[in-house]
């Protein structure tokens, strides 16, 4: 739903996820098969949780690289 941009605009029962390992079960068709969906799950704290779903692109590799930053070095990031 976040990852296609439609949000709650799609029913709820037209797909279903899977959480151990985290993958989509199924959806519609128009949206891609499950298995071009990927899926990572991060807890960097005991109280929170990061959850990214994304579109294989064919041909492309994909890594997920994860690093601490401290509110300063956010802070000091050029904003467009």
């Not at 296609?4 to 068709?29: T, Y």
């Not at 969906?37 to 994304?54: D, E, G, I, S």
Request: charged share 20%; net charge positive; glycine share 10%.
């Amino acid at each position: 739903m976040k990852a296609i941009g439609k949000g709650l605009s799609i029913p709820l029962d037209s797909f279903a996820v899977g959480l151990g390992p985290p993958r989509l079960l199924r959806a519609d068709p128009r949206h891609g098969a499950p298995g071009d969906w990927l899926f990572h799950v991060h807890q960097p704290t005991a109280r929170h949780v990061l959850a990214l779903a994304f579109a294989r692109r064919a041909g492309r590799r994909m890594q997920i690289d994860g690093r601490e930053v401290t509110l300063a070095q956010l802070a000091s990031v050029p904003h467009a």
